[in-house]
């Protein structure tokens, strides 16, 4: 959240985000503050993206931070707990019985953590790697965030199980009766083969599909396809893509251990060369 904060407070049209916070190691009081605190200095442009967390380098990594599921509760099922209390805490509804005799004045009444950005609990994404948590996530009210990665559970092609995840979201989202428009993002990997540095880094990937592995034992994953050709077979090759065509925003996955030069000229000639003739802007 420093990072978020200071990137807030050095700009001020971008909107900042995270893909994704895990939300097994999260105290939600002290996230809510955090949050709160960025999305201030940012001015309202902070899109928090938080999810259940996948495979680690440790065994239960989150029991080290204090952690622990409840009885007859997975850790996938305490990370959801962890979001449903921050989902209530970011309402900025009075919760906390007062101290009669405080250091300095209250406000009359309950009280809430503070400080509470408003607007902010809208602003929130769930990472999602099946149709079920997505569903989920549309009852409570929470964005969607979809990557490139998803449990396979029809054995179709990635883009084609994300979007039906998409639509399963949607329309639990209508059956719920929010009000506000919900917005879902989808990740990709797109490389537009422009010059020698392109064809050198992506240029096998031109042939890329999907792969199918395994996180654990029991979930069989997808994972889907890179892009990456000359700008016109790019544009041809995404518009045939279900998932983007259901989702409103797309988030680039880049190499950032190519560095910052080569990552702008990544992002500037999609802007370029492919956005315009997608209709993206």
Do not use: C
């Amino acid at each position: 959240f420093p990072l978020l904060a200071a990137a807030g407070a050095k700009t001020s049209r971008i909107e900042i985000g995270t893909a994704v916070i895990d939300m097994r190691y999260e105290n939600p009081l002290y996230m809510a503050e955090d949050a709160g605190a960025a999305d201030l200095i940012a001015g309202g442009r902070l899109q928090l993206g938080i999810s259940r967390g996948s495979g680690e380098q440790v065994i239960d990594g989150w029991r080290y931070f204090g952690y622990q599921p409840g009885e007859n509760e997975t850790d996938a099922d305490m990370a959801r707990r962890h979001t449903e209390f921050l989902l209530d805490v970011l309402r900025g509804e009075g919760f906390a019985q007062p101290n009669p005799h405080p250091m300095f004045p209250n406000p009359t009444g309950l009280l809430r953590v503070e400080p509470h950005s408003e607007g902010l609990r809208e602003r929130l994404w769930w990472g999602a790697a099946t149709n079920a948590t997505a569903v989920w996530a549309a009852k409570l009210g929470m964005n969607l965030q979809s990557s490139t990665l998803k449990t396979d559970e029809t054995g179709e092609a990635f883009h084609v199980q994300q979007a039906d995840q998409i639509r399963a979201y949607r329309a639990a989202w209508k059956e719920a009766g929010h009000t506000r428009t919900p917005r879902v993002s989808v990740s990709r990997s797109i490389f537009a083969l422009v010059d020698d540095r392109d064809r050198a880094y992506f240029g096998r990937e031109s042939q890329s599909k999907d792969h199918i592995g395994f996180l654990d034992e029991n979930t069989r994953s997808i994972f889907g396809r890179s892009y990456a050709a000359t700008p016109d077979r790019l544009v041809e090759e995404l518009a045939k893509d279900e998932a983007i065509a259901e989702a409103d925003t797309i988030l680039l996955t880049v190499p950032n251990q190519l560095g910052v030069d080569y990552n702008t000229h990544v992002m500037e000639s999609i802007l370029t060369h492919v956005a315009p003739a997608l209709g993206w802007r």
